[in-house]
C-alpha cells in the first residue's frame, strides 16, 4: 500500500505510518484485540496460544492481559495466572475445569455464598456432589474426604462471619489425601499470607489460588474481574484448557484500571486495616454490640490462626462484621444501618468508601453457629475515609437506632 491508493476509506484503515519503537512511560500501554494479526501463514500455523510466547487471539491474551497475569503471579507467590471476568468466575471455572460427573468437592459452610449456590445447583446438574465441612475444625474436613473427593474449597478467613481457620492443617490434611486444595484468597489478597507457602519455609502451600480482583486490586469498586494463580504447570494447563473452551475474557480498559491501582494496594490494604481494627475495638464497647468478629483481634473466632499465619506480617483486610445484640429488633439494626451517612449500604468491599450490610446468618448456614451471640450480624467494609468521621457517624447511627 502506498500513497497512490486512491480510495480514502481504504488508506486510513490501512495507513503505513509507525510511530517510533522505545516509548516508556510509568503505566504500560493497554492493548486492545478480538483480531490478531499474523505476518504470514506459516506464522498463524507455528503460532502457542498456550504459553506466552506469542499472541494469537484476544481471548488468549494481550500484552495488557499478560502484564497483569504476571504481576499478580507474582503477588500471590505463584507461577501462572488466569484473568477471569469476575471473583465468581474464578471460583467456578476451577470447579468446572477440575470436576466431573461423580466428584466430590468439598466446601466450608461459612464460605462465600455464590460459591456454595453454584455447587447446590450447576454442580448437582452435573452430578457432582457437595458437601460442607467446618473449616474451623480440621478433623470434620478428614471425617468428609471419600475417593471421590477431588477438590477442596478452603477461605481464610470465612465469609460475613470472618472465623479464621487452620490453613496448614487443613491443607495437610488434603496433601495426606492427595486431594487437590484451592483457597479463594480475597480477602488475604496476597498480602497477609503466602498461600502457597503457608509455613514460611516452602513445605506447604495450597494448589490453586482464586481471588476477586474486584475488591482490593482494583480498589475502586468499579471494576469486576478475577484471577487464578497456580504453581504446576500441568494444572495452570488443566485449568486454562476450560477457561479457553468457555471463552472467558477480560476487557482491556478493566485490565488497565486494576495494573493502575495494583501498586498502591500494599498501603491501602495497610489504611483500610488500621481504621477497620480501630472501629472495631470501639464497637466492641458499644452497648449494642453483643461480639466483634474480625479475626485480628483477641477473642475473635480463629484469631489464634489468624496470629499464627498472618501476625508477622501484622495484616488483615478492612473487613469486620458485628452481632448486635439480639434484644433488638432487625427494624433497629435497618434504621442503624440506614442511619449511617457516610457508610453506604452496598456488596463487596477493598474501594475508598466505607460500605455496611445486614445479614440474615440463619439462611446462610448449614451447620450450627455456636461460636456467635444470638442477634443480627452486621459486616462493615472500611474505605479510606477519615476514622474519626466514620466513628463519629457509627456513634450517631447507634445512637439513632438503638
Ligand atoms: C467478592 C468475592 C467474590 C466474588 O467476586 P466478584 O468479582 O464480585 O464476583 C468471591 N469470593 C470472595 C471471598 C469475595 O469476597
Known amino acids: ?3 497512490s491508493t486512491p480510495d480514502i476509506r481504504t488508506r486510513i484503515v490501512h495507513h503505513p505510518y509507525q510511530p517510533p519503537e522505545g516509548f516508556v512511560a510509568p503505566q504500560p500501554g493497554v492493548f486492545k484485540a478480538s483480531t490478531v494479526i499474523f505476518p504470514n501463514v506459516a506464522a498463524m500455523r507455528e503460532r502457542e496460544w498456550k504459553d506466552k510466547t506469542g499472541y494469537t487471539y484476544g481471548l488468549h491474551g494481550t500484552p495488557t492481559t499478560y502484564l497483569l497475569e504476571e504481576r499478580l503471579a507474582t503477588l500471590e507467590g505463584g507461577r501462572q495466572c488466569l484473568l477471569v471476568p469476575s471473583g465468581l468466575a474464578a471460583l467456578a471455572t476451577v470447579a468446572l475445569a477440575l470436576l466431573r460427573t461423580g466428584d466430590e468437592v468439598l466446601i466450608p459452610d461459612n464460605a462465600y455464598g ?3 449456590a453454584l455447587a447446590e445447583v450447576e454442580l448437582a446438574h452435573y452430578g457432582i456432589r457437595h458437601v460442607l465441612y467446618d473449616a474451623m475444625d480440621p478433623q470434620d474436613l478428614a471425617a468428609k474426604i471419600t475417593p471421590a473427593t477431588r477438590l477442596v474449597w478452603l477461605e481464610a478467613p470465612g465469609s460475613v462471619t470472618l472465623e479464621f481457620p ?5 491443607v495437610r490434611i488434603c496433601r495426606a489425601r492427595g486431594v487437590c486444595t484451592a483457597l479463594d484468597n480475597t480477602w488475604g489478597a496476597g ?35 478475577g484471577s487464578i494463580v497456580t504453581r504446576d504447570e500441568a494444572l495452570h ?13 477480560v476487557g482491556a480498559n478493566d485490565v488497565e484500571a486494576v495494573l493502575r491501582a495494583l501498586p498502591s494496594m500494599a498501603l491501602r490494604y495497610r489504611a483500610h486495616d488500621q481504621v477497620a481494627r480501630e472501629l472495631a475495638r470501639w464497637l466492641a464497647t458499644q452497648a449494642a454490640v453483643a461480639q466483634v468478629l474480625h479475626p485480628a483481634l483477641p477473642g475473635a473466632p480463629g484469631h489464634a490462626h489468624w496470629q499464627a499465619l498472618c501476625g508477622q506480617a501484622d495484616a488483615a483486610a478492612g473487613l469486620f462484621s458485628v452481632v448486635i445484640d439480639a434484644r433488638h429488633s432487625q427494624a433497629q439494626v435497618d434504621r442503624f444501618c440506614d442511619s449511617l451517612q457516610l457508610f453506604k449500604i452496598g456488596y463487596s468491599w477493598g474501594g475508598p ?17 455456636p461460636h456467635l451471640r444470638a442477634g443480627t450480624v452486621v459486616r462493615f467494609s472500611i474505605g479510606l475515609e477519615a476514622q474519626e468521621d466514620l466513628r463519629r457517624d457509627l456513634a450517631q447511627a447507634l445512637a439513632a437506632a438503638f
Open 353 to 369: 468508601i466505607s460500605l455496611v450490610m445486614p445479614y440474615e446468618l440463619a439462611s446462610m448456614r448449614q451447620r450450627p453457629t
Open 237 to 249: 494447563l488443566k485449568i486454562k484448557l476450560t477457561h479457553m473452551r468457555l471463552g472467558l475474557g
Open 191 to 225: 498480602l497477609a499470607f503466602a498461600p502457597f507457602d503457608l509455613c514460611g519455609d516452602g513445605s506447604l502451600g495450597v494448589d490453586v489460588s482464586a481471588h476477586a480482583l474486584t475488591k482490593y486490586p482494583s480498589g475502586g469498586g468499579d471494576v469486576l474481574m
Open 114 to 116: 455464590p460459591n456454595k
Open 166 to 170: 487452620d490453613l496448614p492443617e487443613l
Open 1 to 3: 500500500m502506498n500513497d
